[in-house]
């Protein structure tokens, strides 16, 4: 029995036709979102503050969902907090990451260490106190909101909690707190001045006066 022989043309829809080519294409574009993801995840930094299990009771037994709280950071003044809940450990921090990113805040800085002036942010039961610090004090604060000046790029700051400790309402609390902070830039600006006219001290002039006012 003579056979026919094989053609080594592309089939439509086959091996070497438009639909491998459209595939190579998405796989190609698939490539490049997952590399546009990747710069993104290395811009910022995520620290899981606590985990929380809950249980269902149900006919047949009892369901675990899980409920995350993580805070967000580029550690270079911009920081958020998000919650998820799922059933997953992995999903739950995966949604409360995707969370705290879209709900990022600036923080000004002075010199990039610490905060410009104290405050006392508040929220429900949760009452912390922030204050300035000098350089190489470091970080002085518990858990949750250590989280979140670590993440915001902090190094220098003194926080502490005088209200619940409840993790959620500190992290809501630190962040009403940070929300309040401002700068002598955004004063003067506001007020139509210049930052030296802000100084404590009256303004001296000459290089001391301006170097003085570069740094805040």
Known sequence: MAYA???NAPRPGGEGGDADRRRGRGRRDDNRDNRGADRENDEFKDKLVTINR?????KGG???SFAALVVVGDEKGRVGWGAGKAREVPEAIRKATERAKRGLIRVPMREGRTLHHDVI???GAGRVILRAAPAGTGIIAGGPMRAVFEVLGM???VAKCTGTTNP????????AGLARC????AVAARRGKKVADLLPNPPRGGAETTAEAANV
């Open 5 to 7: 022989p094989r053609s």
């Open 54 to 58: 809950v249980a269902k009771v149900v």
């Open 62 to 64: 009892r369901r675990f």
């Open 121 to 123: 942010g508040e929220f």
């Open 155 to 157: 190094g220098d700051v």
């Open 168 to 175: 959620h309402n500190m992290v809501k609390a630190t962040f």
């Open 182 to 185: 401002t700068s002598p830039r």
